[in-house]
């Protein structure tokens, strides 16, 4: 389904070759590329901070979608701006002003996700969604690559139904693989990330088997 954009997690891809790993995808058909930023706090991982994330933006030719799993988030929305983020998606679970974390997001130039752990129910975003430009339904508990999808294709049904004809996309993460997919896109998600399901192999070979991986989704 072409409307359906793939958005590759490069939590998944070579650290010592970031810049490699983003040109193969984009050349293979990645729509996005998604990064996931985390603190050692709100999730029990660490990655990238935003110096990274504006090394990250010089080759990124398509739309850089940046996935925050910190708290809080609020001190860090002007440096992931700056960094280049186009898309920054924050937790309903970090903080308990998600109002204004949103609205800072769009002040600094950036469109604004909203993010749901699995645990957090739909009605939770139900009074963000004019501000928002995506919610982010995940699909694992966040904090790893490459665990096993939990079903939430209720939440995703009822998300759609609450946005209506609102512009906001649904995007799902976490354990997205050709299974898996075809089930949300059919719930109403129209972003899916992916990052060991499109890494997986490693972009040995000419053209590597990214592109591969990318239409099996
Ligand atoms: C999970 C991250 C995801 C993750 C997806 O904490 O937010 O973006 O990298 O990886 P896969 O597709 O392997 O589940
Ligand atoms: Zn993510």
Known sequence: DRRVKIAPSILSADFADFGREIRAVEDQGADWIHVDVMDGHFVPNLTFGPPAVKAFRKHVTTVMDVHLMIAPVDPYIEAFAEAGADILTAHIEAGPHPHRTLQAIRAAGMKAGVALNPGTPAG???????????????????????????????????????????????EVDGGVDPRTAPLVVAAGADVLVAGSAVFKGGSVGDPSPYGDNIRAI
């Open 124 to 170: 939770a975003v139900e009074h963000l969604l004019d501000l928002a430009d995506m919610v982010c339904v995940m699909t694992v508990n966040p904090g790893f690559g490459g665990q096993k999808f939990l079903d939430m294709t209720g939440k995703v049904r009822r998300l759609r139904q609450m946005i209506g004809d609102r512009p906001v996309h649904i």
